[in-house]
């Protein structure tokens, strides 16, 4: 069998992909019946073609279990932050803080999904984000698929810069350190193989910036089509200006704190200055929108859009005293503050991350693959350790404190069998490498690169999208396919280190779509069995994302011209300026009604 042609192998590498887009996307089934048929695949595929041995098939399942594990803590630690939250009552004072910053859904989205989304991924990455903004915006009254979506739309931007930089200085770092050819391009062009990692960080950067100014502007016109009463881009295009501005508030800094300190603080610091810019900004009343936008009557939602976590979302029109704010915020604040300090200061990540504290089973079965959970260093332990400072700030009773663990088990419950299966699966799909062929991911990666040729630039981001897709992180995929791109860029004669930043930019936006992450997000708000909807909504924009920088890599290769790069900017510029004049024309409206 290791002996067909590689468009065969390819074909058949693609099976454990379509399984999971037919029967999750495509056909509507829940995760948890779609991820275990997709692992049964997965499996017999390793065995069967690529004759990966059994054991090395049965520890990469182990690995995708501990994984999964770790997930469903993290999920755990999220769901019971915000049900001790609503138990205690103060849920209700966050939702008026956002409602005194702006009423309008819109606004809310950008600063909680695009801004603090981020912040949070800069200091955490592990899904965080989702795991802190979705069921956030469920507690303010959005409906829980509507809030899934903008928080896995924001995942595109800052995961590349996510968990101080991981992507980059693990993921990037792992696949092209110690390479003899990259070793004889940093030598070529005299610089160290830091300063060239600096580089492609740099670069990453760059075409983030680029792209990633439009998210904002991307997320809220879908938030309006997909639940607005009208249906309506238009209603979400109406606050360009605020949108463009809150886009640019976060790439600008983030940029600079590139260029200036490297990967380790363009998210984390960047999101920062942007919430610093954006938040009295809108208090100021900058470019806010005519008319308040929100959500049809609750008793109107589609019943897709529904979650199973329940929180009280009737406004409460009494007015927050600054203190009560800052005590209801308290929680989201020490999470926060446990994130940063567990992620940069080097002696308190040194001693959770240790050998002490770590739980570790190295070389399974003899495969060469080891797995490990870190416990202390895990969001989950985090969001715990507030929990049990809540029972204190907010004095709770022993049936508050029973009522947010019941609920919050349930959840964990739900969410189990579709993470337990799709995780495993990835690792089978990652990790089936054999004596006659490469993993199936590699295989694929090479399947396509044979179709494309010197155009690779323009699908370069989607590889690295495929493998976040299927591993579910930014660093696996770039840990995966980070010297295959610059291998490819070798061989078609472009520059290197712009083709590996497009592994890492479309790497970032496959989380937008990835099953783990889907799977995860949703079940923060008990979104479970809906998976396939969520992802038919972000899967657009991922693609979007991914070929608007592979056609400024494609720019940069060639230069202006009448070449494929330039048509694809040039049709993503025309793209981009018909949706502000149809925001121009729906700000008009807005006006209009509104006098």
Request: hydrophobic residues 55%; charged residues 10%.
């Amino acid at each position: 069998m290791p002996s067909l042609p590689l468009p065969a192998l390819s074909l058949i590498a693609l099976i454990p992909i379509a399984i999971v887009m037919l029967f999750l996307v495509v056909l509507r089934w829940p995760a948890k019946k779609a991820m275990p048929l997709a692992y049964v695949v997965a499996v017999v595929i390793a065995f069967a073609v690529w004759s990966t041995p059994i054991t090395q098939i049965a520890a990469a399942s182990i690995h995708g279990l501990v994984t999964a594990v770790n997930l469903l803590f993290i999920v755990f630690g999220a769901v019971l932050l915000l049900n001790t939250l609503k138990a205690c009552g103060d849920i209700h004072a966050i939702r008026q803080g956002f409602v005194d910053i702006s009423p309008d859904r819109r606004v809310q989205a950008v600063i909680i999904a695009w801004l603090f989304g981020s912040f949070i991924e800069g200091a955490a990455g592990f899904g965080a984000p989702a795991a802190i903004a979705a069921p956030l915006l469920v507690a303010i009254g959005f409906p829980a698929m509507a809030a899934v979506v903008v928080a896995l739309v924001i995942q595109s931007t800052s995961v590349s810069f996510g968990a101080v930089g991981t992507p980059i200085l693990v993921g990037v770092n792992t696949g092209l350190s110690g390479q003899t050819e990259v070793l004889a391009l940093v030598e070529s062009l005299g610089i160290s193989y830091e300063a060239y990692l600096k580089l492609i960080g740099v670069t990453v950067a760059t075409f983030h910036g680029i792209v990633g100014t439009f998210v904002p502007l991307v997320m809220v016109a879908l938030l309006t089509k997909y639940f607005g009463k009208r249906r309506s881009f238009g209603e979400g295009l109406a606050i360009w200006k605020y949108a463009l501005f809150a886009g640019l508030a976060f790439t600008i800094p983030s940029n600079i704190l590139a260029r200036l300190l490297g990967p380790e603080f363009p998210s984390l610091l960047g999101a920062l200055v942007g919430l610093c810019i954006v938040v009295p900004a809108t208090k100021a009343g900058l470019f806010q929108p005519k008319r308040t936008w929100s959500f049809p009557d609750e008793k109107d939602w589609d019943l897709e859009w529904k979650g199973e976590l329940e929180v009280d979302s009737h406004d409460h029109k009494s007015r927050v005293s600054g203190a009560h704010l800052f005590k209801a915020w308290s929680p989201y604040l020490i999470v926060a503050c446990l994130l940063v300090v567990t992620r940069t200061v080097a002696p308190v990540k040194a001693f959770i991350t240790s050998n002490a504290v770590t739980l570790r089973w190295s070389d399974i079965f003899g495969s060469g693959i080891s797995t490990k959970s870190q416990p202390l260093y895990l969001p989950g332990f985090i969001f715990l350790v507030t929990v049990v400072l809540c029972y204190a700030i907010f004095r709770m009773s022993g049936d508050q404190i029973k009522r947010s663990l019941k609920e919050s088990g349930n959840t964990l419950l739900g969410a189990a069998t579709a993470l337990v299966f799709a995780v495993p699966m990835v690792q089978v799909f990652i990790n089936s490498k054999s004596d006659q062929l490469a993993q199936m991911p590699i295989v694929l990666a090479d399947g396509i690169s044979a179709l494309f040729g010197s155009m690779w630039p323009l699908v370069a981001p989607m590889v690295g999208g495929i493998g976040a897709f299927i591993a579910g992180s930014n660093t696996i995929s770039n840990m995966l396919f980070s010297f295959f791109q610059f291998s490819m860029a070798q061989k078609i004669g472009a520059t290197e280190s712009v083709v590996v930043a497009l592994q890492a930019v479309g790497g970032a936006a496959g989380n937008m779509i990835c099953v783990h992450n889907v799977v995860f997000a949703s079940a923060t708000v008990g979104l479970l069995g809906k998976e396939g909807s969520v992802i038919r909504k972000t899967l657009l924009p991922m693609m979007g994302y991914s070929l608007f920088a592979g056609g400024l890599g494609l720019l940069f290769m060639n230069g202006l011209g009448a070449n494929m790069g330039t048509l694809v900017v040039l049709f993503f510029a025309c793209l981009l300026i018909w949706l502000i004049v149809q925001g121009i024309r729906a700000e008009k409206e807005e006006c209009d009604s509104s006098s």
